[in-house]
């Protein structure tokens, strides 16, 4: 059998807070494999950023392990992981965000920059090179973090609620796009998301995680037929995915003496 593309072990993780200690995810395995498109759902505050960063080697567990292709990772990692936030530098143009990571991986700056430019078109950013991110809609600068972190060559991508701050149409539009990208470059992705229907729609796989400390409390298979289109939200399948997300998501134990998110 091949390693798994992303294997998480058991992780378990806190923070301390003041004298405290926030007990966010509780031994959370799971694997994506590789080409794998696998989503992490559960609700605000669950630990699903924590699990990302761990994933990519920027903070360490308290317990559990991450082995990338097989292999221990102890330090930063060389996937390409989108955060949450903070995606962009708003000194930097599109091209010169878009060919950092090239830049770091040793390509000269002409060599990055004729990489980024032949991308450009395939993202929606043709004619956008020069753009600092605040000329740019919410759209086009998540089209350009996405391209960055495609250009981390890695076969792993860690997606951290990419869509979460746009508008539905927009939303909707790079859904769409973002599975049309996939094809073409084959990596496996890890995405976080709070949205079944999201999830259901992008993934082949979903793993839900319960309220903190988070725990995995549901591993479902996605058995739509791909290339899928936007009217597969209406189909009988889709709709029982969601049901039992949706079950699985009221049902999830809230433990006794933890207190709520913040
Ligand atoms: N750097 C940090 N220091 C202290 N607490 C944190 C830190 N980051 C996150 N938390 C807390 O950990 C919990 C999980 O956060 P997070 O992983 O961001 O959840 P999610 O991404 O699922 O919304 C939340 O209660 C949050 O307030
Ligand atoms: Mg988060």
Redesign the pocket.
């Known amino acids: 059998m091949t390693a798994a593309c992303l294997r998480l072990d058991k992780i378990s993780s806190s ?3 003041g004298k405290e200690n ?1 007990f ?1 995810l509780n031994e959370v395995s799971l694997e994506v494999g590789a080409g794998e498109f696998v989503s992490l759902l ?12 761990i994933a990519a080697g920027l903070l360490q567990p308290d317990s559990g392990k991450v082995l990338l292709n097989g292999r221990a990772i102890t330090g930063p990692a060389r996937v390409g992981y989108m955060p ?1 936030q903070d995606l962009l530098f708003p000194w930097k143009t599109v091209l010169q965000n878009a060919a950092l990571p090239l830049l770091a991986a040793g390509h000269n700056p002409r060599e990055a920059s004729a990489k980024v430019l032949e991308l450009l078109p395939i993202f929606g950013l043709d004619g956008f090179a020069s753009y600092y991110p605040h000329q740019l809609s919410g759209g086009m600068k998540q089209r350009a973090a996405l391209l960055r972190t495609v250009l981390m060559e890695s076969t792993l991508m860690l997606l ?2 990419p869509f979460a701050a746009l508008d539905a149409l927009t939303r909707e539009n790079l859904q769409g796009w973002l599975q049309q990208i996939l094809n073409r470059f084959q990596k496996a992705v890890l995405f ?1 998301t ?1 949205s079944i229907d999201e999830a259901i729609y992008l993934s082949d796989r979903i793993y839900m ?1 319960s309220q ?1 400390p ?1 725990k995995i409390i549901l591993e479902i298979t996605i058995g739509l037929p791909r290339p899928r289109s936007r009217s597969v939200v209406t189909s009988p399948l889709f709709a029982s995915y969601r049901q039992t997300l949706m079950q699985a998501l009221s049902v999830a134990p809230e433990t006794a003496k933890t207190p709520r ?2």
Do not use: A
């Open positions: 923070y301390r807070f926030l966010v559960g609700p605000s505050g669950s630990g699903k950023s924590t699990l990302l960063k949450q951290d609620e976080v709070h995680i903190r988070g998110p913040f």
